[in-house]
């Protein structure tokens, strides 16, 4: 499965993926709480677990979907480029898409030679009409299996026989729990203060968890 993951999604989406459905998730138990204020805790597992379900197809949906519209918009650019009434124009077309942080590093001029090598390797391909793809399908998928498998632990104590209150509370916990360890797992990748992004999307989540509290979840 974590080769799944790393085949079709980069460590960013990795990351934004678990976060926004961790916190999503917060929501969700604080949401259906309030429309449940006697439920027992299979109600209350059911309708949490649904919402995370709902929310991990439609993010898997979108990620197909933004896929294929920013190849559909390079396809655009590709052609752009092409149809360029002169070499310098079709330069500057390409010089307002090509960008990474590096880049900046770089001198005019040779940011100009880069601009003209993109320029030589358009003019050897065919723009390709954008369509989805199978690695589209599976990057999908990806997503919607990371959201489920990172929410799963934060639905799991309603399965158990405890007060539905309490329950609701070991929810939060645990969603918090692993919130601070994703915010170590991030700090790790781009090699910032662990701790600080650790202790930033826990108080995201407490504040999250408070407001619900606050408005009777």
Same mark, same amino acid.
């Given at each position: 499965?974590?080769?799944?993951?790393?085949?079709?999604?980069?460590?960013?989406?990795?990351?934004?993926?678990?976060?926004?459905?961790?916190?999503?998730?917060?929501?969700?138990?604080?949401?259906?709480?309030?429309?449940?204020?006697?439920?027992?805790?299979?109600?209350?597992?059911?309708?949490?677990?649904?919402?995370?379900?709902?929310?991990?197809?439609?993010?898997?949906?979108?990620?197909?979907?933004?896929?294929?519209?920013?190849?559909?918009?390079?396809?655009?650019?590709?052609?752009?480029?092409?149809?360029?009434?002169?070499?310098?124009?079709? =330069?500057?077309?390409?010089?307002?898409?090509?960008?990474?942080?590096?880049?900046?590093?770089?001198?005019?001029?040779?940011?100009?030679?880069?601009?003209?090598?993109?320029?030589?390797? =358009?003019?050897?391909?065919?723009?390709?009409?954008?369509?989805?793809?199978?690695?589209?399908?599976?990057?999908?998928?990806?997503?919607?299996?990371?959201?489920?498998?990172?929410?799963?632990?934060?639905?799991?104590?309603?399965?158990?026989?405890?007060?539905?209150?309490?329950?609701?509370?070991?929810?939060?916990?645990?969603?918090?729990?692993?919130?601070?360890?994703?915010?170590?797992?991030?700090?790790?990748?781009?090699?910032?203060?662990?701790?600080?992004?650790?202790?930033?999307?826990?108080?995201?989540?407490?504040?999250?968890?408070?407001?619900?509290?606050?408005?009777?979840?």
């Amino acid at each position: 499965m974590r080769a799944f993951f790393h085949r079709h999604l980069d460590p960013a989406d990795w990351l934004g993926e678990i976060l926004f459905g961790l916190i999503m998730a917060l929501g969700f138990t604080g949401a259906v709480r309030l429309g449940h204020e006697e439920a027992d805790n299979h109600a209350l597992f059911i309708g949490i677990f649904g919402c995370n379900l709902a929310w991990a197809i439609v993010d898997g949906v979108m990620f197909v979907l933004t896929q294929l519209f920013e190849r559909g918009r390079q396809a655009k650019v590709a052609r752009d480029v092409l149809k360029a009434p002169n070499e310098e124009a079709a =330069l500057q077309r390409i010089g307002d898409e090509v960008g990474f942080p590096l880049l900046s590093l770089t001198t005019p001029e040779e940011r100009q030679q880069i601009h003209r090598r993109v320029l030589e390797l =358009l003019r050897r391909s065919t723009p390709e009409d954008a369509r989805v793809r199978r690695a589209d399908l599976l990057g999908g998928l990806a997503v919607a299996l990371i959201i489920l498998l990172a929410t799963l632990p934060v639905v799991a104590p309603f399965l158990t026989p405890v007060n539905p209150n309490v329950a609701v509370r070991i929810s939060n916990g645990v969603a918090l729990m692993e919130l601070f360890l994703l915010g170590m797992w991030w700090g790790r990748m781009v090699g910032g203060g662990l701790l600080r992004l650790a202790a930033g999307l826990t108080l995201v989540g407490i504040v999250l968890v408070f407001i619900t509290i606050v408005l009777g979840g």
